[in-house]
């Protein structure tokens, strides 16, 4: 039997880097891999007690709601009038359609098909046949993890085997997602404020002194007063104020107050508030007067077109914790959708963290509709 689970492991594994087919210009969900067990009622006319086994898939997404699985399970069928019990195993895909981005709890719906191998006494039964199946389950997140969720579902398959047998099948394990990026929690983050301040004008007073006049014939010094000279200097043109003049910023548009380098350009780490980014009341629709910050962000990425960025949605403390993550998380996203449908190119990750992130306490109505916020989060510069 462990060499089942070596087998079904090595397969998952080659198809891992098979190709995601794209949809517009939204990126598809992750990959993701399955592993759980199951508990099968099988057919009276198998003359076996129920059983249990061990399934692994590979998922592969199609686009944001259907997902190819390539699928392996192994089972032990309990014979007790028999000196040994049988053995069935599977190899087969399914097509998945998910009610919505498996990302928070997401019912799903199957249909598959495959070849099965039933190993029974005497061998000269054992055979291979064809098998169909149809499922239902969900997917939920898992302590909060971005990069692990639970899986559970329930099938009825139908094995062409011994005339026709209808087995019932239950679930359950975990789903991992392949490529999710992690947040690492310990970058200490800047808040950047949106707009940007008005331009400094520096004063500097310089002091010139008339030389010291002597008249000897009379042995008597005399002093010409000081003359004072008032001179204001004004600092070079930097139209983005990120502290780099203009005729050495190579990354124009940056919102100002952002951590640059040397050459005007953004730092992992640093986050931007969108400021003045407005949705309608317990909505994810982006409100009209919006669409000045949205321009703002639209300039900067499209000038650092490198950047990764994690857009990051903000409730404040008021309903329920689950139901501020999802409407954080669609924020988010559909920040994300009209940054792309302006033109962005660089890569956005959508994420939605309900009210688990405060800047202020959520003491009063101010404080919390500052805590009502889309942050840009630099990923990698």
């Given at each position: 039997?462990r ?7 090595a397969?998952?594994?080659s ?9 517009d210009e939204?990126?598809l ?5 399955h ?8 057919d ?5 007690d129920?059983?249990?086994g061990?399934?692994y898939s590979l ?11 390539v ?8 014979a ?11 190899f ?6 998910s ?5 928070d ?5 199957l249909i598959g098909?495959?070849l ?6 005497p ?12 499922g ?10 971005d990069w692990?969720?639970t ?7 139908y094995d ?9 099948q239950?679930s359950?394990?975990l789903?991992?997602?392949i ?7 310990r970058?200490?983050?800047k ?9 400094v004008?520096r ?12 008249v000897k014939?009379?042995e008597?010094?005399r ?6 000279v ?6 070079p043109?930097?139209?983005?104020q ?8 190579k990354?124009?548009?940056t ?11 953004v730092?992992?780490?640093t ?10 009341t317990?909505?994810?629709v982006?409100?009209p007067s ?8 639209v300039d900067f990425?499209?000038n650092q077109?490198?950047?990764k960025?994690?857009v990051a949605?903000?409730t ?8 501020n993550r999802q409407?954080s998380?669609?924020?988010?996203k559909?920040?994300?959708?009209a940054l ?5 190119r660089?890569?956005?990750?959508p994420a ?5 992130k ?9 404080n ?6 889309v942050?840009l989060k630099i990923?990698?510069?």
């Open positions: 039997m060499a089942d689970h070596a087998v079904a492991l397969m998952l594994s198809l891992v880097a098979a190709p995601a087919w794209a949809e939204k990126p969900p992750p990959k993701y891999v592993i759980g067990g199951v508990l099968a009622k099988t009276d006319g198998r003359l076996t129920d059983g249990t061990t399934q998922g592969i997404p199609v686009n944001q709601n259907v997902s190819f699985e699928r392996f399970s192994t089972f032990v069928f309990e007790p009038a028999a000196p040994s019990d049988f053995y069935h195993r599977t087969g895909a399914d097509a998945v359609y009610l919505g981005d498996r990302s709890f997401t019912p799903y719906v098909a495959g099965a191998y039933n190993d029974v006494l061998d000269r039964k054992d055979r291979y046949s064809g098998y169909g199946n149809l239902i389950g969900f997917t939920s997140s898992f302590l909060d993890l692990l969720r899986r559970v579902e329930a099938r009825a398959q062409s085997f011994n005339g026709g047998q209808v087995d019932y239950f359950g394990g789903e991992m997602p490529g999710v990026v992690r947040t690492e929690q970058i200490v983050e808040v950047v404020e949106l707009p940007a301040p008005a331009p004008v004063e500097v007073e310089v002091i010139k002194e008339v030389p010291v006049e002597v014939q009379v008597v010094v002093q010409v007063p000081v003359e004072v008032r001179i204001v200097e004004v600092a043109p930097d139209a983005d990120d502290g780099i003049a203009d005729v050495r910023d990354c124009p548009a919102p100002a107050g952002a951590t640059t380098d040397n050459h005007g350009c730092l992992k780490s986050v931007i508030r969108l400021e003045n980014l407005l949705f309608e317990n909505s994810s982006i409100s919006s669409d000045k910050t949205l321009g703002m962000a990425l499209k077109p490198q950047v960025v994690e949605g903000h404040d403390n008021v309903g329920k914790p689950a139901k409407l998380l669609q924020r988010a559909a920040v994300v959708k792309k449908a302006r033109g962005v660089n890569e956005l990750k939605g963290y309900g009210a688990k405060p800047v202020v306490p959520n003491s009063s109505e101010q919390r509709q500052r805590n009502r916020r942050e990923l990698s510069s």
